[in-house]
């Protein structure tokens, strides 16, 4: 059983930038693949970025590929996602999921673990 707990959203101008952390419990946080997805009003949870069990192999979408950054510390049990040149259009509540599988996953329905979610708005 594995618990995430999001933090680091806010409201920012467009441009600026946010730090989300994800903070899991367990004993065996290794051994998860680990996602930031989005979901914004009226649409689809959609994956951002995620990284493999070690966080040499990663993934993002097109629309934030240069802009952010996704890493894991497997000995502080966390993983962060750096927004860069925040666009209006990442407007969304923020999700941390774990899977169990080890390798990069790339739709919700991979992932075995969810936290609460944190806003992030992006003012034009």
């Known amino acids: 059983q594995v618990q995430l707990v999001e933090s680091g959203g806010g409201l920012v101008q467009a441009g600026g930038s946010l730090r989300l952390s994800c903070a899991a419990s367990g004993r065996t946080f290794s051994n998860y693949a680990m996602g930031w997805f989005r979901q914004a009003p009226g649409k689809e949870r959609e994956i951002v970025a995620a990284l493999n069990w070690s966080g040499r192999s990663t993934y993002y979408a097109d629309s934030v590929k240069g802009r952010f950054t996704i890493s894991r510390d497997n000995a502080k049990n966390t993983v962060a996602l750096q927004m860069n040149s925040l666009k209006p259009e990442d407007t969304a509540v923020y999700y941390c999921?774990?899977?169990?599988?080890?390798?990069?996953?790339?739709?919700?329905?991979?992932?075995?673990?969810w936290g609460q979610g944190t806003q992030v708005t992006v003012s034009s």
């Open positions: 999921a774990a899977t169990r599988t080890m390798a990069v996953q790339f739709t919700p329905r991979a992932y075995d673990y």
